[in-house]
Nanobody, 114 residues
Framework: VQLQAFGGGLVQPGGSLTLSCTASGSIKRINAMGWYRQAPGKQREVVADINGSGSTNYIDSVKGRFTITRDNTKNTVYLQMNSLKPEDTAVYYC?????????WGQGTLVTVSS
């Protein structure tokens, strides 16, 4: 299973970006999908996740600003990010869980700066 993420870039504070990540390959059944991020000098942290039924979880710092969705027909997960702040600057990684296996995307850089 391979994951490829798109959508990172440079955005001003208060702006919006949408990340997408598509899983491909020998996929049986993806359970949960999610997004992590790693800022410079910090540990990787989970941002949001969504299970096969559509239930979601968010880290407190993004609640009300970020929305995670998925399209099971396309094996794709999205992260809509609004009201972006400089502290959201990080490399964002998507992850897909299939059974006992985790698959990671290559990461996409989001920079929030004026």
């Amino acid at each position: 299973v391979q994951l490829q993420a798109f959508g990172g870039g440079l955005v001003q504070p208060g702006g919006s970006l949408t990340l997408s990540c598509t899983a491909s390959g020998s996929i049986k059944r993806i359970n949960a999908m999610g997004w992590y991020r790693q800022a410079p000098g910090k540990q990787r942290e989970v941002v949001a996740d969504i299970n096969g039924s559509g239930s979601t979880n968010y880290i407190d710092s993004v609640k009300g600003r970020f929305t995670i969705t998925r399209d099971n027909t396309k094996n794709t997960v999205y992260l809509q990010m609004n009201s972006l702040k400089p502290e959201d600057t990080a490399v964002y990684y998507c992850v897909a869980v299939e059974g006992t296996n985790d698959y990671w995307g290559q990461g996409t850089l989001v920079t929030v700066s004026s």
